[in-house]
C-alpha cells in the first residue's frame, strides 16, 4: 500500500498524545471520585515488555483464541490486519493462523502493545467485544428473518441482489425475481437512534430512486425497525416519494415481522 494512503500506525501517532492526556485526566479523576472504594490488590499481569516478538508470535500461534484481545488494546481491527498486512479474511474472534501469518502479527502488534497489562483486563476487553459482535449478530438475524418471511409469503422467492446505476453498484436486502429484471425491491433498516433518522432516510429514499430508474416498473419497499412507536409517523413523512410504494414497521418478534411482510405484499401487489 503507498505509504501516502496511510496505514494503521500512521493513525496511532496523530491520536498518541491526545490519548495520554485522557488517560491521565481519565485515572486522575477515578481515583478522585472513587477515593474511598479504591483496593491495592495483587493480581496477574502479562509483562509484555519483556516479551519479544518471536515469542510473541509463538503464543499468538499457539493460542489463537488470544488474538482478539491482544489486537483490541493495541486499538487494533481485523480491517487493519488485512489492509497493513494483506492477511485476508482473517476471524479475529477464531482466528486459523498459519504460523508465518502469527509471525506477522506478533511483529505488526508488539510496538502497540502496553508495557504490561493483568491478566482480568484483558479477559474483560474480549467479553466487551465478543459481546458486541454477538449483539450485532442477533440484528442481523431480524434481516433473515424478514427474507424468509417474503419468500413464505410472496408468490416468487426473494434474496438479496445488487444492481447497477451509471456504473455504480447498488444492494437490495430483498429481491424478487431471483434473476433478471427486479419486480420487487425490498429495503430493510435498523434505526435504533432518533439521530440517524435523516441518514437512513435519505438512503431507503435514493435506493429507491436509483432502483426505479433502473427497472421503472418494479415495486419499492421499506421494511424498518424504529422502537420509538409514537414517531414512526416522522419516517412515513420523510419517506413520502413517488418511488416507495411502501413502508411498514417491525419489531423483533416473528409475529410482527410476518404481520409486516403479510402488509407489504398486499400493499405492493395493489399497486
Partial sequence: MPNDYGKHHNYMKLVKDDAIVRKKNLEASIREVFSDFIEVREVEVVVFSEIDALELANAIFARPLILKPLLACCNIAGRAIERDLNIKNLNTYDPHLTEDHAKVIAGY???????????????????????????????????????????????????????????????????????????????VKRIEARRDIHKRCDEIVNKASKLKSVFPKSKFGAVIFYPFIEEQVNIQNRLHSPNIDCVVFASE???????????????????
Wanted: glycine residues 6%; hydrophobic residues 40%.
Fill in 109 to 187: 502488534i508488539k510496538p502497540f502493545l502496553p508495557a504490561y497489562i493483568e491478566i482480568n483486563a484483558l479477559s474483560s476487553i474480549d467479553r466487551i467485544f465478543f459481546i458486541d459482535k454477538e449483539i450485532r449478530k442477533l440484528k442481523g438475524r431480524w434481516e433473515k428473518l424478514i427474507l424468509k418471511a417474503l419468500t413464505k409469503y410472496g408468490s416468487i422467492p426473494f434474496k438479496k441482489r445488487k444492481f447497477a446505476h451509471e456504473g455504480e453498484e447498488f444492494e437490495i436486502d430483498a429481491a424478487a425475481p431471483l434473476s433478471g429484471d427486479i419486480q420487487m425491491g425490498i429495503d
Fill in 253 to 271: 418478534s416473528r409475529e410482527s415481522v410476518n404481520n409486516a411482510i403479510r402488509l407489504l405484499l398486499s400493499s405492493l401487489q395493489e399497486k
